[in-house]
């Protein structure tokens, strides 16, 4: 079966530092581009960055530009937002996606929650 399972979120401070995860596992992970999105009650998911597959071409949200870092590590199926610099504005569900293009398929995580605060 197919899953994206997240960790590494919970609450900082502002100005703090988190780095979430995405263990995928139940398809061919290298062949698949890799997204961070983020919600809060009451709007619409957003893009926060995205990573080809092959992790050479990345892709962010201006509001998140310089201070988040996508990556990934395809030997260990995992994908990963460092995030810098945060800012109560920050505070959402993250998800992780999966989407390979060329036959429409999409497979999305569960979510974590980012709350930063005082």
């Known amino acids: 079966q197919v899953q994206l399972v997240e960790s590494g979120g919970g609450l900082v401070q502002p100005g703090g530092s988190l780095r979430l995860s995405c263990a995928a596992s139940?398809?061919?992970?290298?062949?698949?581009?890799m997204s961070w999105y983020r919600q809060v009650p009451g709007k619409e998911r957003e893009l926060v960055a995205s990573?080809?597959?092959?992790?050479?071409?990345?892709n962010y949200a201006d509001s998140v530009k310089g201070r988040f870092t996508i990556s990934r590590d395809n030997a260990k199926n995992t994908v990963y937002l460092q995030m810098n610099s945060l800012k109560p504005e920050d505070t959402a569900v993250y998800y992780c996606?999966?989407?390979?293009?060329?036959?429409?398929?999409?497979?999305w995580g569960q979510g974590i929650q980012v709350t930063v605060s005082s």
């Open positions: 139940g398809f061919t992970f290298s062949t698949y581009v």
């Open positions: 996606k999966a989407l390979r293009r060329d036959v429409n398929t999409e497979y």
């Open positions: 990573i080809g597959n092959t992790g050479a071409a990345t």
